[in-house]
């Protein structure tokens, strides 16, 4: 399955409702690359990587103010919370990506209940 197309691979593991961490060797991977604010998705969005494919990333305002102390700051603020938070952001991000059933291809998203739960979990 590494050979295969990320957007055919995730389709597959959709399909068949498994999780990606069943992908020998898979990882999901951060390069510090310059995270941004999205204020039609209401979301900071920052890259990985999987197999040497880009993967979007995204953490949602709702989950930032709600466990990052976003609370009434503004975008400027948010990207400056998730730097000072990103590498439990990524951890959690990679723990989805990883770990959850395939919402969509090549694309993960945090949410507030998202950090409950992946905060609770042992994985």
Known sequence: MRNLAPHARDLMLRIVGRARDI??????????STARYDFSRDIVMFVGAAFGSPVQCAISREALDDHFGTD??????????????????????????????????????VTTTDVERLSSSNR
């Open 23 to 32: 992908l020998p060797s898979i990882d999901l991977t951060f390069d510090g």
């Open 72 to 109: 009434g700051v503004n975008d400027t603020g948010r990207v400056e919370a998730f730097q000072k938070s990103r590498s439990k952001i990524e951890r959690l991000v990679r723990r989805k990506y990883l770990s959850w059933p395939v919402e969509e291809s090549e694309y993960v998203l």
